[in-house]
């Protein structure tokens, strides 16, 4: 939201830094007077949760990273002996391990949202674009956290990973040694994991910045979907959006809470507290929660598609099915941003909903029989919502009439 | 060049610019190879290359699995019954019909005396990585009644080619020779 700064230095140490470094208007500008519509719900709550979550991870991990050692011979060890014998180290283990299931959660209330409310479309595309990378790059560190502990899960869930490189024809099997560093995953696949685990947080961190600048460039969308048209539309994000995010973050913190201290291993896997074995491959292998749904879509690909084998085909499905997200602005052709004025859209969305959480059940669940068909019809939709649906919707759906400006539907709900 | 104002010719500084880039992106190839090619297993790692393995006590239908570059290796002494149901499966029925033996020809059917050993067609020596997404196959599971692997449903026959599932090849055999009628190295 460009516009004047109201900032005015007031105090001799804001007017000696105004002249050299103007951080305090910066920060007042961001986090203060910067213009929020005035009709946000809560679910616009999850981006300061989600800087949040980034901040407790950073925070965890560099406590945890002081008693880990990267060594497969110790790593196991280490893991248990944080959650044995170093003061307090069960709690930031926890804090940590469950801190990752968290930001995932709130990252997908966040990318749902922004899809529901149209939040991608122009002038927000690289916006959104940032936001999956930084997805990306949560993906990536979720994954090589997860290998640090060096239980079995651990263990196997590197090996099935870095072998979906081998898919592609003639350079994969190098790109794969070259991942690895060894012929199978090992010592040095786990040392390379930490080190990378312990950089991606801060790239994210930079990315962020990027995000939250473009943001504030552009500003928020609203529940309505239409543009702010004047100053009657906006409250100060201070003290408005600062004590409702404030509000949901503690809601949040409550929430995650709970999981740590009475179901930590809730969202985790048994079989991760057995060693890692090179020789023994746990009897049902599966991806942390937060993966599910792309691991059904992996595992949907069972046929050959032309010259493609059945295992190309799945990971480039898997990874299609990311990818797509980033084309989003310019797949979806209506105008219109807010679901809450497409009726059509509104009914796709959900089964779009629907489909990722069947995906990610049938993820959790051995593959056999109908739970094959069941994934492949559903990766179908996941994929014709995205390329055929919501091209398709912006032509043939008649929106319902928007309101004026936002003041003006506030106002009218308010006398009711 | 668009403007009409200058000479066809590249001029001096043209060349300068030119050449100052190419030196300049040779530069950082030249540099950067190190830093991608220190993540490659090195000269320790790859030395590691070769084992040999005593299996004088194993008897008919049993199996030892050993580990090769920290991959598991399942030497199995074949049964009469597996070798024949081997035989007997016709190369139009494999999903992969190359041999994937490291020991013959690159081009070779999977027959089961090509992915047996030579002269010994009871021994057979397999890398036990499933060629889906590496998980280690179960030994003496599966419809075919050879390999099975748990994670995504691989099926493997008694000579270790793929039948059923996902994966795309049959399990590879490794480099490997007799040094003794009872001692296998492999490697």
């Known amino acids: ?416 | 060049m668009a403007h009409s104002d200058t000479t066809a010719e590249p001029t001096r500084r043209d060349f300068l610019l030119l050449t100052a880039g190419a030196f300049g992106a040779v530069g950082v190839a030249s540099v950067a190879w190190p830093f991608i090619d220190q993540m490659n297993p090195d000269a320790s790692t790859r030395a590691l290359a070769s084992i040999e393995v005593d299996i004088s006590a194993l008897q008919s239908g049993q199996s030892i699995t050993v580990l090769w570059r920290g991959k598991p290796v399942v030497v199995r002494n074949r049964t009469d019954k597996e070798i024949e149901e081997g035989k007997a499966v016709k190369l139009e029925e494999l999903k992969d019909p190359i041999a994937r033996n490291a020991n013959v020809d690159p081009s070779a059917d999977a027959t089961d005396a090509n992915r047996s050993a030579k002269d010994k067609e009871n021994i057979l020596v397999m890398v036990k990585v499933c060629t889906h997404l590496g998980c280690i196959p179960l030994d003496e599971s599966g419809e075919f009644g050879g390999w099975f692997c748990p994670c995504h449903g691989s099926q493997y026959d008694t000579a270790g080619r793929i039948r059923k599932g996902p994966a795309p090849e049959n399990l590879p055999v490794p480099v490997y020779a007799f040094t003794s009628d009872t001692k296998i190295r492999i490697g």
Not at chain 1, 130 to 145: E, H, N, T
Not at chain 1, 203 to 216: D, F, P, Q, R
Request: glycine letters at 8%.
């Open chain 1, 1 to 416: 939201m460009s516009g004047h700064s109201t900032y005015e230095p007031k105090s001799g140490i804001e007017k000696w830094l105004e002249k050299r470094l103007p951080i305090v208007r910066l920060l007042h500008d961001a986090g203060v007077s910067y213009p929020t519509p005035r009709n946000l719900n809560p679910l616009w709550t999850f981006g300061g949760i989600l800087a949040m979550m980034l901040v407790i991870q950073i925070v965890s991990g560099i406590v945890l990273a002081m008693h880990y050692a990267s060594n497969s011979a110790l790593a196991f060890d280490s893991v248990e002996g944080i959650m044995r014998d170093v003061n307090w180290g069960w709690l930031i283990r926890y804090i940590h391990a469950n801190g990752a299931s968290m930001f995932f959660i709130a990252v997908y209330i966040h990318i749902l949202r922004g899809l529901y409310y149209g939040s991608y479309k122009e002038p927000r595309e690289l916006l959104w674009v940032l936001g999956v990378i930084i997805y990306l790059l949560m993906m990536a560190a979720g994954f090589m956290g997860y290998v640090l502990p060096w239980g079995q899960m651990s263990f196997w869930g590197a090996t099935v990973i870095t072998n979906f490189f081998t898919a592609i024809p003639v350079i994969g099997q190098p790109i794969q040694t070259l991942l690895i560093g060894g012929f199978a995953v090992d010592n040095a696949t786990l040392n390379r994991f930490f080190s990378l685990h312990y950089l991606v947080p801060f790239i994210i961190a930079g990315v962020v910045v990027l995000h939250i600048w473009a943001l504030h460039v552009v500003g928020q969308n609203n529940p309505l979907g239409i543009d702010v048209k004047s100053e009657k539309d906006t409250v100060p994000f201070t003290p408005y959006a600062t004590s409702k995010d404030g509000l949901f973050m503690v809601l949040f913190l409550v929430f995650y809470a709970w999981f740590v201290f009475y179901q930590p291993n809730y969202l985790g896997h048994p079989d991760n507290y057995t060693p890692a074995n090179p020789l023994v491959t746990p009897a049902h292998i599966v991806p942390e929660w937060y993966y599910l749904p792309f691991y059904a879509i992996l595992r949907a690909i069972t046929f050959n598609i032309g010259p493609i084998d059945s295992k190309l085909g799945g990971v480039l499905a898997m990874f299609g099915s990311i990818a797509v997200t980033a084309f989003l602005p310019w797949l979806d052709t209506s105008k219109v941003r807010s679901g809450r004025f497409r009726p059509l859209f509104r009914i796709a969305f959900w089964l779009f909903v629907a489909a990722v959480l069947f995906l990610g059940y049938l993820g959790s669940q051995p593959a056999d029989g109908n739970a094959v068909l069941y994934a492949q019809v559903c990766t179908a939709y996941y994929f014709a919502f995205f390329l055929i649906i919501l091209p398709v919707l912006g032509f043939i759906e008649k929106p319902k009439a928007l309101p004026n400006s936002i003041i003006e539907d506030v106002l009218a709900k308010s006398k009711h």
